[in-house]
């Protein structure tokens, strides 16, 4: 069974930095990419950013210039760094894995930003 968790939310002051982590296991083939998504309460999931196992990243227009995506291809982890938190960033951040295989998503993670 393929499972994605993702960790590193929490609570954050104002102007502080986060870093979230996701982790796959139980996929068959091999992760091609991981690509990261808020929601706010009520809303749709938005996307915020993604990076292929080549290294290719694409930011949505609003995460640009204060989230930061990475991956390391050696444990398949991947990373969402948020800097200069703000209190409009509180919401449940998710991690969606492609595989040869299928695509899948992880439960969420809850990010709370204190003013």
């Known amino acids: 069974q393929v499972q994605v968790a993702e960790s590193g939310g929490g609570m954050v002051q104002s102007g502080n930095s986060l870093r979230l982590s996701c982790a796959a296991s139980?996929?068959?083939?091999?992760?091609?990419?991981m690509a990261w998504y808020r929601q706010f309460p009520g809303k749709m999931r938005d996307f915020l950013a993604v990076?292929?196992?080549?290294?290719?990243?694409n930011y949505a227009p609003s995460a640009k210039g204060r989230f930061t995506v990475t991956r390391d291809n050696a444990t398949n982890l991947g990373f969402l760094e948020l800097n200069s938190a703000k209190p409009e960033d509180t919401a449940v951040y998710y991690c969606?894995?492609?595989?040869?295989?299928?695509?899948?998503w992880g439960q969420g993670t809850q990010v709370t930003v204190s003013s």
């Open positions: 969606y894995t492609r595989t040869d295989f299928g695509n899948y």
């Open positions: 139980g996929y068959r083939g091999n992760i091609l990419a």
């Open positions: 990076i292929t196992t080549d290294g290719l990243i």
